[in-house]
Nanobody, 122 residues
């Protein structure tokens, strides 16, 4: 089993930055694909980014060029650097790990964190 705990969310003004962290425990996740998803009230969970064990990354169209995903396998930690934040980025952000299938979709992941709230004011 893998436990994931997100941190770093909060309230920020439009144009600002936040860095989310996701600490994994239970087993090493260095060989797992890891991703970030987000869910705004009344909306479906949305793909944000993933990173494979090889370091290959992919981003959702709405965050491309503004967000950067990274991982520190020695620390068993996943990061999401969010710059140029917009009010439409407001959501609960979830960390996910493991699984199989297309990493763009939530059902592909076996493990999920509880989420961290990000609120961007205009």
């Amino acid at each position: 089993q893998v436990q994931l705990v997100e941190s770093g969310g909060g309230l920020v003004q439009a144009g600002g930055s936040l860095r989310l962290s996701c600490a994994a425990s239970g087993r090493a996740v260095s060989t797992y694909v890891m991703g970030w998803f987000r869910q705004a009230p009344g909306k479906e969970r949305e793909f944000v980014a993933f990173i494979r064990w090889s370091g290959n990354t992919a981003y959702g169209d709405s965050v491309k060029g503004r967000f950067t995903i990274s991982r520190d396998n020695a620390k068993n930690t996943l990061y999401l650097q969010m710059n140029s934040l917009k009010p439409e980025d407001t959501a609960v952000y979830y960390c996910a790990a493991g699984g199989s299938g297309s990493s763009y979709y939530a059902p592909a992941y076996n493990y999920w964190g509880q989420g961290t709230q990000v609120t961007v004011s205009s």
